[in-house]
């Protein structure tokens, strides 16, 4: 079976560009997280969705950042416009009904400039 | 709110040598999972267990094993006879039952396997 699959693997973009991150959840699975991972946070929750629904967005650093799940195979992180402090690995994760265990992508590895 | 203290930032030990990894977490609540996950130097992060707190017996998984005591609110991971390929960075995590999804991760314990 196809585990969590995150796109890109490795972005690196200039600041101020706007940067978008994809995630495709194991099929079946009903919770979407966005997770981040930096030296000095060590790895947070960002964002996550029940059945494409938002449910506790309070991770997000700021309006720069906007989660989406337009459907339940397909989510996207959007940083806009993208700053030098949000360089990090960005890991989406899915998992079936509650207390489940969470299954996490392969990360997208972010580096603003 | 949740916690979780790996205490250990890193640790190295030689090949063939057993090593156990720390982890101690706080919740108020009664119900609720702890995790390890394992980040080798590739970056994936790779599930390994997952404990409910209403079960306190203890697993092995060939050279893995974990002790979950709740007297003590600890979930400690040790492996047997360690090999080059445990190197990694290993992290528990806890999550609650009912109504909070999210995972709080501890800060992680870098293991080296020395040859």
């Known amino acids: 079976d196809a585990g969590v699959i995150q796109s890109p693997r490795h972005e690196v973009t200039e600041m101020g560009q706007e940067v978008t991150l994809r995630c495709k959840p194991i099929s079946g699975h009903d919770y979407l997280f966005w997770y981040r991972q930096t030296m000095m946070r060590g790895l947070e929750l960002l964002i996550y969705f029940n059945n494409n629904v938002p449910i506790d967005d309070s991770g997000m650093p700021e309006d720069r950042f906007s989660a989406k799940m337009p459907n339940a195979s397909f989510s996207t992180l959007k940083i806009q416009p993208s700053e030098p402090r949000d360089s990090a690995v960005y890991f989406c994760?899915?998992?079936?009904?509650?207390?489940?265990?969470?299954?996490f992508g392969e990360g997208s590895w972010l580096t603003v400039v | 709110a949740q916690k979780v203290t790996q205490a250990q930032t890193e640790i190295s030990v030689v090949e063939k040598e057993d090593v156990t990894l720390d982890c101690v977490y706080e919740?108020?609540?009664?119900?609720?999972?702890l995790f390890w996950y394992k980040q080798p130097p590739s970056g994936e992060l790779v599930f390994l267990i997952r404990?409910?707190?209403?079960?306190?017996q203890n697993e092995i998984s060939g050279r893995y094993s974990w002790n979950f005591q709740k007297s003590t609110s600890s979930f400690n991971f040790t492996i047997t006879a360690s090999q080059v390929v445990d190197s990694a960075v290993y992290f528990c995590a806890l999550s609650e039952a009912w109504g909070n999804e999210k995972l709080t991760f501890g800060t992680g314990t870098r293991l080296t396997i020395i040859p």
């Open positions: 994760a899915s998992s079936f009904r509650q207390g489940n265990t969470i299954y």
């Open positions: 919740t108020r609540d009664t119900t609720y999972y």
């Open positions: 404990r409910n707190s209403f079960d306190e």
